[in-house]
C-alpha cells in the first residue's frame, strides 16, 4: 500500500505537468485575492480576515482536485496495470485507500503554500497581530475536509474511465453538483422535509459552517461519511466484473443504511467547538431555551442583498451565520431569505415595499455606490422582517451612531445580533405582556409628552397611569414605575407607597430635575434664574444608594442652536452656536442598558453622586457627560445671550460627570424605623427590606420628553430625541427602551448586549503604502515555495537512485 501512495507522489512531483497543475492554483488564488479587484480582493475589503479565501476555495477546488485526481486510476486503466494491481497482495479497497491518500497528500502539499496568506492578514493587521488566529485555523480545517470530500469524488470519476479528460469533467460535474447541485434543489417548490433532507446531503452547508471555524461534530461525521461512501462505491466499480459484485453491493446498502443511523444519532447527540477568539459563533443558553419554545416555522426576509460595501457584505454573511446558528439548536429550521429590493423592477411595487417596511419600524439609510457611469444612490433597509404564525416584526440591524466610525457601527451592529432576533423571537411567541406604569399624581409629563415612549413600549408591554397609593393594591403590582420629570412635591403617604412597591421587588425609574429654569422665559429671550426644585424626594433617593445633586452641568460636546449674528437694523441671519446647558450625554459602554448606543440629547442636566455602603447594592453609572465639563451652582442666572460670551475654555476641567445610575439589590426601606400609621392609609404590611429589585435614577426629565405641537387643534408629535435644527434623532428612545427591558427582564435577554467583538481592520496606511509588495509576495512567494519543494523531491529522488 505504501509502495503504491509512493509511486503515485513521485508520478506527480517527477513531471512537469504536477507542477503545472499546482502553479496555476496557486496564481488564481493571488489574483483573485490580492490583485483583482472585487468581492474577495483581501485589500479591498479592508478587514483583517481570509473569509474571501475559504468562500473562494471550493470553486478552485473545482478545477485544482479534478486535474489532480483525473489520473489515478484512469491511467492504470489506460495502460492496462490495473489488472496487475489487482492480482497482487492487495484488497481493492485497500488499493483505492492508497490511491486516495496519495491524491489528499497532493492537495494538501498545494494549500500548504497559501499559508503565506495568514502571515500577510497577521503582518497588516492594525496593530499587527490583530485576527482571529483561532477562527482562521478553524476554517483551514474545514477546508481540508473539504478538499477530503473532493479528493474521493474525483477517484470515483477516475474509476469510471480510461480517458483522463473524461474523468476530470466528470469530477468537475460531480464535484459541483454536490456542492450546489442539492442546494438547488432545496431552493426549489417541494415540501419542508425535502428541502432539509437535500440542504443536508450537499456539501455547501457543512463547510460553511467549518468554514468559519466552527467545528461541528455533524459537519465531521458528514464529510467522514460522505468520503468512506464514494471509496467504497470505488472499489464496487472496479470490482464490477469479479464474482464478489453482488455481496459487494450488499455491503454498499448496508454501509448507507449505516451512515444514515449514525447521521441521525448525529444530529441528536452533537457537539460545536468555536475557534473563534470571542465565540461569535455559540448561542447563549438564554436563546437556546427561546428557540426550542417554538413549535411553528419561522421566515426570515433579510433585506441585506445585491450589491454592498464590503462592511454592509460582512454584517449580511453575520446575519446569516446568526441563523445557522439558530438552526443548529432549532427543532423547527428558521429560514430566511436576502432580498434585493431594487430586484423589483415596478417602481410602484418597490414604492409599496418601501412603504411597508417603514410601516413596520425599519429605518432606511442612503447607500452610495460608484459605478462606472458614477455615483449612484440607493436606498436601503438593513433590517429583517420575522414572520411566525401569521405574525410579524420588524428588526433594525444596523446601529448608526453618527459619533462613530462605519467600521464602528458595523461591528456593533454584528454584537447586537443575536439580541435583535432573540428580542423579536420573545415577541412573537407571546408571552404575557407585563405591565409598565407611568406615575401619575405630582404633575408629571403627561400622555402627549411621553408619547413616542409610550408607543414603543406598548409593543412588549400594558403601559398603564397609576398613582402611587394604587401600586400595591391587588394581587399584580407594575414590573416597572416610571416617574417622569415630576413638577410638584411628592407627599409622604406617596413616598411610602412607592417606597412599599420597591420593597416587594418592583422597579423604579426615575427621570427628576432638581433644578427649576423657566423655558418660557428663555423662549421670549429673557434672562431666567435657574433655583433649586423640592421635590420632597431627595431624602428618599439618598437612602436608596444616590444623591441628585442642585446644580446644572456644562458641556462642550452640547447641541447647536440657532443665534441672530445680524447686526441690528439688518436682515436676520442664523448660524449655530454651542448651547452648553444642552449637553449631548454619552452612554457608558460598560453595561448593557447603554452599549453602542448614540449620545443622549438633554437639557438643564443635574449631577449624581451615590452615596452610602450599601453592601448588597450594586451601583452603576450608565450615563455620563463628556470628558470636558463643568458644574454650575444654583441659583443662577441664565440668558441666551451667554452664547455671545461664553464661558472659558479653561473652565471645562471636569471629566464624565455622572448623570445616571443604576442601583441593583437589597434595599432597605427609607421608612425603617419610622412610624408609618400616618400615612399608610391602605393599611398595608409594611416590609423593611427588598426583594431583589433595580432602580435608575436620570437627573433629567427631559429625556423623556418628545417635542409637542399643536395645530388647528390637533396634536403633533416628534420623536423622541429628535432635535429641530440638525435634523438628527439622537438615543434617547432607545436608552430609555433598554432602560424599562432591564428593569423587566427575568429571563437575562438583555445579557446577550454585552457581548464584544474585537474590530480587526487592515492597516490602511500600510495597506496604500505598499500594496505592490504584498501582492508581489502573496503571488510569487507560494509559487517559490512549492518550486522550491520540487527542486529537493527531485535532488533526494536522483541522489537515492545514484547511490
Not at 474509476?159 to 438547488?184: E, K, P, V
Request: with cysteine.
Amino acid at each position: 500500500m505504501y509502495s503504491l501512495f509512493r509511486k503515485e507522489i513521485t508520478g506527480f512531483f517527477g513531471s512537469v505537468t504536477g507542477y503545472l497543475v499546482a502553479f496555476v492554483f496557486l496564481i488564481a488564488n493571488g489574483l483573485f485575492l490580492w490583485v483583482f479587484p472585487g468581492n474577495y480582493n483581501l485589500l479591498e475589503n479592508g478587514y483583517a480576515t481570509l473569509d474571501s479565501y475559504f468562500s473562494l476555495a471550493p470553486w478552485i477546488f473545482l478545477f485544482l482536485v479534478p486535474a489532480l485526481t483525473m489520473r489515478l486510476i484512469a491511467e492504470e486503466k489506460r495502460l492496462g496495470t490495473l489488472e496487475i494491481l489487482v492480482t497482487r497482495p492487495l484488497s481493492l479497497f485497500q488499493l483505492v485507500w492508497a490511491k486516495y491518500l496519495a491524491g489528499l497528500f497532493l492537495v494538501a502539499v498545494c494549500l500548504l503554500p497559501t499559508l503565506v496568506y495568514f502571515y500577510s492578514i497577521y503582518a497588516l493587521g492594525n496593530p499587527v497581530g490583530n485576527w482571529d488566529s483561532g477562527a482562521a485555523w478553524g476554517s483551514f480545517t474545514g477546508l481540508f475536509f473539504l478538499a477530503a470530500a473532493y479528493v474521493a469524488i474525483g477517484l470515483l470519476a477516475s474509476s469510471l474511465t480510461d480517458n483522463q479528460i473524461f474523468a476530470f469533467m466528470a469530477a468537475f460535474f460531480l464535484s459541483f453538483f454536490f456542492y450546489t447541485g442539492f442546494d438547488f434543489m432545496a431552493s426549489m417548490n417541494l415540501p419542508v422535509g425535502l428541502k432539509s433532507f437535500f440542504n443536508g446531503i450537499g456539501i455547501n452547508k457543512h463547510y460553511l459552517s467549518m468554514s468559519r471555524g466552527v467545528v461541528d461534530s455533524r459537519d465531521v461525521v458528514y464529510f467522514v461519511s460522505l468520503t468512506f461512501f464514494v471509496l467504497m462505491l470505488t472499489s464496487i466499480f472496479l470490482r464490477q466484473k469479479q464474482k464478489k459484485l453482488k455481496k459487494q453491493l450488499q455491503k454498499l446498502a448496508l454501509l448507507a443504511v449505516g451512515l444514515i443511523l449514525l447521521a441521525g444519532i448525529s444530529s441528536r447527540l452533537f457537539f460545536r467547538i468555536d475557534l473563534t477568539t470571542e465565540q461569535r459563533y455559540s448561542l447563549s443558553p438564554i436563546s437556546k431555551e427561546l428557540i426550542n419554545q417554538l413549535d411553528a416555522p419561522v421566515k426570515i426576509n433579510l433585506f441585506l442583498a445585491g450589491e454592498l460595501p464590503p462592511g454592509f457584505r460582512k454584517l449580511q454573511l453575520a446575519v446569516e451565520e446568526k441563523i445557522e446558528d439558530m438552526n443548529a439548536y432549532a427543532d423547527i429550521r428558521v429560514r430566511y431569505e436576502s432580498m434585493n429590493p431594487y430586484q423589483l423592477k415596478n417602481a410602484n411595487e418597490r414604492n409599496q415595499l418601501f412603504e411597508n417596511l417603514i410601516s413596520l419600524g425599519l429605518q432606511p439609510t442612503d447607500l452610495r455606490l460608484t459605478r462606472d457611469e458614477g455615483t449612484v444612490t440607493h436606498l436601503i433597509f438593513p433590517g429583517a422582517v420575522i414572520r411566525y404564525k401569521g405574525e410579524e416584526i420588524g428588526v433594525n440591524l444596523l446601529k448608526n451612531n453618527p459619533a462613530l466610525a462605519a467600521e464602528v457601527n458595523l461591528n456593533n451592529s454584528v454584537e447586537t445580533l443575536e439580541f435583535e432576533l432573540m428580542r423579536a423571537l420573545q415577541q412573537l411567541l407571546g408571552h404575557e405582556k407585563d405591565e409598565v406604569a407611568f406615575l401619575n399624581g405630582q404633575s408629571e409629563l403627561n400622555d402627549a409628552e411621553t408619547h413616542d415612549l409610550r408607543t414603543t413600549l406598548s409593543e412588549n408591554y400594558r403601559v398603564t397611569n397609576r398613582l402611587a397609593t394604587d401600586l400595591v393594591s391587588g394581587e399584580m403590582q407594575p414590573k416597572a414605575l416610571i416617574i417622569a420629570d415630576p413638577s410638584q412635591p411628592f407627599s409622604e403617604t406617596d413616598k411610602f407607597f412607592i417606597d412599599q412597591y420597591l420593597m416587594r421587588g418592583g422597579n423604579l425609574l426615575w427621570l427628576v430635575d432638581p433644578v427649576l429654569v423657566s423655558l418660557d422665559s428663555l423662549s421670549r429671550g429673557e434672562t431666567t434664574l435657574a433655583f433649586p426644585r423640592d421635590l420632597n424626594l431627595m431624602d428618599q433617593l439618598f437612602r436608596y444608594g444616590v444623591r441628585v445633586n442642585p446644580v446644572l452641568v456644562q458641556d462642550v460636546e452640547c447641541l447647536m442652536i440657532p443665534v441672530n449674528t445680524a447686526p441690528v437694523g439688518s436682515a436676520p441671519k442664523f448660524t449655530p452656536a454651542p448651547w452648553y446647558y444642552s449637553p449631548l450625554l454619552t452612554p457608558a459602554q460598560s453595561h448593557v442598558i447603554s452599549r453602542n448606543l448614540n449620545r443622549l440629547k438633554a437639557e438643564f442636566v443635574s449631577s449624581i453622586d451615590t452615596v452610602g455602603q450599601h453592601i448588597d447594592v450594586k451601583k452603576t453609572v450608565i450615563l455620563h457627560t463628556s470628558t470636558y465639563s463643568r458644574i454650575v451652582k444654583t441659583p443662577e442666572e441664565i440668558s441666551l445671550q451667554s452664547i455671545n460670551n461664553p464661558p472659558s475654555r479653561n473652565l471645562f476641567q471636569q471629566s464624565l460627570v455622572p448623570v445616571g445610575v443604576l442601583l441593583e439589590g437589597q434595599f432597605s426601606s427609607a421608612f425603617k424605623n419610622r412610624i408609618t400609621e400616618d400615612f399608610n392609609t391602605t393599611h398595608i404590611e409594611f416590609l423593611p427590606e427588598s426583594k431583589p429589585a433595580k432602580i435608575i435614577v436620570l437627573a433629567d426629565g427631559s429625556l423623556i420628553a418628545n417635542q409637542v405641537s399643536r395645530r388647528n387643534g390637533q396634536t403633533q408629535t416628534r420623536p423622541l430625541g429628535y432635535d429641530n435644527f440638525s435634523q438628527q434623532t439622537f438615543g434617547n428612545k432607545e436608552f430609555l427602551v433598554n432602560a424599562v427591558n432591564y428593569l423587566c427582564d427575568d429571563t437575562g435577554i438583555m445579557s446577550l448586549r454585552s457581548r464584544v467583538f474585537k474590530l480587526r481592520l487592515l492597516d490602511k496606511v500600510k495597506v496604500r503604502e505598499e500594496k505592490f509588495f504584498w501582492q508581489l509576495l502573496n503571488l510569487l512567494a507560494p509559487l517559490a515555495l512549492i518550486s522550491l519543494f520540487g527542486l529537493i523531491f527531485n535532488f533526494v529522488r536522483k541522489r537515492k537512485y545514484r547511490g
